[in-house]
């Protein structure tokens, strides 16, 4: 049932099948042809709204762009039915949502798939094998005991020695400086630890360096889990970055934007960074060439 529409959008439930389970996810169409398609992936334990209701206002945002937005309910969240596979495990639930977006929104010139936190991170290693045209990720996780005690080395220790709160916390006997030093020792060692080859982050940067589709990369500058990611994964392709790949960084944003001038500045690059690559798409076509 369709709800309110607006100027230039309108509301409708979509539920369609994964694996058997019945998923539930919110459609907003734009009242003019839409050109292009977005897929949100819910992260964490977010559902179809996201935090602070960002996906909504996305959405809605994108209509006068000519964006159709489909954010959905994973298998266990939500309104939708079935267990939970974990977010490595999402893979059907994204390819049944960029199907039945594409079915009720039929002539898109291209579907984009969007997360944040882990659902971004569920994108990621869907990128060769999925059928969407390409991904906007959002602070991806890449999580280890490795990769947060290397980001605690290179970016959360320095922050706090340059602090004036943990000089007068030390001048003042609140901090134990042995104390102190034995955690940073122990966060070395565990930053120098050797992986097998098989974490999470060596599954994200072969996902990433394997695959050929555009791929818009949004880091916050004061997030833990951006910093994990861009020390554990990003750091890997700097030698020879994809061309592909465009990132970008929000200097003092969060983990989720929630700063209202934060969200404003990564909701404009993202509708900038899709009606681009639809741009470019056409202009390709015309050349004979594709992405």
């Given at each position: 049932?369709a709800?309110?529409?607006?100027?230039?959008?309108r509301?409708?439930v979509?539920?369609?099948?994964?694996?058997?389970?019945?998923?539930?996810?919110?459609?907003?169409?734009?009242?003019?042809?839409?050109?292009?398609?977005?897929?949100i992936?819910?992260g964490g334990s977010?559902y179809?709204?996201?935090?602070?209701r960002?996906?909504?206002?996305l959405?809605?945002?994108?209509?006068?762009r000519?964006?159709a937005?489909?954010?959905?309910?994973?298998r266990?969240?939500?309104?939708?039915?079935?267990?939970h596979?974990?977010?490595?495990?999402?893979?059907?639930?994204?390819?049944?949502a960029v199907?039945?977006?594409?079915?009720a929104?039929?002539?898109?010139?291209?579907?984009?798939?969007c997360g944040?936190?882990?659902?971004?991170?569920a994108?990621?290693?869907?990128?060769?094998?999925?059928t969407?045209?390409?991904?906007?990720?959002l602070?991806?996780?890449?999580?280890?005991?490795?990769?947060?005690?290397a980001?605690?080395?290179?970016t959360h220790?320095?922050?706090?020695?340059?602090?004036?709160?943990?000089w007068?916390k030390l001048?003042?006997?609140?901090?134990?400086p042995?104390?102190?030093a034995g955690?940073i020792?122990?966060?070395?060692a565990?930053s120098?630890?050797?992986?097998?080859?098989?974490?999470?982050?060596?599954?994200?940067?072969?996902?990433?360096s394997?695959?050929?589709?555009?791929?818009?990369?949004?880091?916050?500058?004061?997030d833990?889990?951006?910093a994990?990611?861009?020390?554990?994964?990003?750091?890997?392709l700097?030698d020879?970055?994809?061309?592909?790949?465009?990132?970008?960084?929000i200097?003092?944003a969060?983990?989720?934007?929630?700063?209202?001038?934060?969200?404003?500045?990564?909701?404009?690059q993202i509708?900038?960074?899709?009606v681009?690559?639809?741009?470019?798409?056409m202009?390709?076509?015309?050349?004979?060439?594709?992405?």
């Amino acid at each position: 049932m369709a709800g309110p529409a607006t100027s230039t959008w309108r509301e409708e439930v979509l539920s369609f099948e994964c694996n058997g389970d019945r998923l539930l996810g919110i459609l907003t169409r734009p009242t003019a042809s839409a050109e292009i398609g977005l897929v949100i992936v819910p992260g964490g334990s977010q559902y179809r709204v996201g935090a602070h209701r960002q996906n909504v206002l996305l959405a809605r945002s994108l209509a006068d762009r000519r964006i159709a937005t489909l954010r959905f309910d994973a298998r266990g969240m939500g309104d939708s039915a079935g267990p939970h596979p974990g977010f490595t495990a999402l893979g059907p639930d994204i390819e049944a949502a960029v199907s039945a977006l594409r079915s009720a929104v039929p002539g898109l010139d291209r579907t984009i798939l969007c997360g944040l936190c882990d659902g971004a991170s569920a994108i990621t290693l869907g990128l060769s094998t999925g059928t969407a045209d390409g991904a906007i990720l959002l602070n991806p996780w890449a999580r280890s005991d490795k990769t947060q005690a290397a980001a605690q080395i290179r970016t959360h220790y320095p922050r706090r020695i340059l602090s004036a709160a943990f000089w007068k916390k030390l001048l003042t006997g609140h901090i134990n400086p042995l104390a102190k030093a034995g955690e940073i020792r122990a966060a070395l060692a565990r930053s120098r630890q050797v992986d097998d080859g098989g974490s999470l982050a060596d599954r994200l940067y072969l996902a990433l360096s394997s695959s050929s589709r555009p791929v818009l990369l949004m880091l916050a500058g004061r997030d833990m889990t951006a910093a994990e990611f861009e020390g554990a994964v990003l750091h890997r392709l700097q030698d020879r970055p994809p061309a592909h790949l465009t990132i970008l960084r929000i200097a003092g944003a969060d983990h989720t934007f929630s700063g209202v001038a934060w969200w404003r500045v990564a909701s404009e690059q993202i509708g900038d960074w899709l009606v681009q690559r639809s741009f470019d798409r056409m202009r390709d076509r015309e050349t004979g060439t594709c992405l």
